[in-house]
């Protein structure tokens, strides 16, 4: 089974931009054009492409299996609003306590769930130049394997990407009877959990008018 490069994810960003559309960004992955939107964050601008796939869809007869890197497409995908969280229990012990609520998923729960999510700097020119380029940071939440998701609003990337010019990613992953019998193949604890995979990446942006 081939495992999925989250290298690649992160961003797969041989983010190519084209610059028709100011409000409406496209990038080309390695896997094909996605469509973002530029946001007004603090006293600037930042693009943002929300639910970008990074794997199929983890049902049918991929379920309960390591997660599969996406075929490739040639139409331009929309990647501005937030994915689908992936299954999981809700917290209904306090309903109607804010505390409690704001850990809910706020997105429709799926088991097409794989997505990643990308805030990142307006470059001034085309072709950024060396000196332009910018730290990465990924976001992975938490919940014990059993809860949680990229989407909701204490995990939104808009304020610290402007605040701390940096490009920031996160990702939903899939947890719970779903992720725990991959972990749980013997002599493959974690070899093929697709968040090993985190820890080696390389990340690039390249405008191009």
Known sequence: MKEVDIPLLLLLLILTAS?????????TTKYGKVRGNVFNVLDGQLQAFRGIPYAKPPSENRRFKPPEPMDK??????AQSLPN????????????FEGAEMWNPNTPVSEDCLYLNVWAPLFKTPTPRPEDRVPVLVWIYG????????????????????????????????????QRKILCQQNQVFHN?????LF?????????S
């Open 19 to 27: 610059f028709a559309n100011e409000n409406e960004p496209i990038i």
């Open 73 to 78: 497409w040639n139409d331009v995908r929309n």
């Open 85 to 96: 969280s992936c299954y999981q229990l809700r917290d209904d012990m306090f309903p109607g």
């Open 143 to 178: 919940g014990a394997f059993m809860s949680g998701t990229s989407t909701l609003d204490i995990y939104q990337g808009h304020f610290l990407c402007k605040a701390q010019n940096v490009v920031v990613v996160s990702i939903n992953y899939s947890f719970h009877c779903f």
């Open 193 to 197: 959990s697709f968040l090993t995979h």
């Open 200 to 208: 080696r990446h390389e990340c690039h942006l390249e405008h191009e």
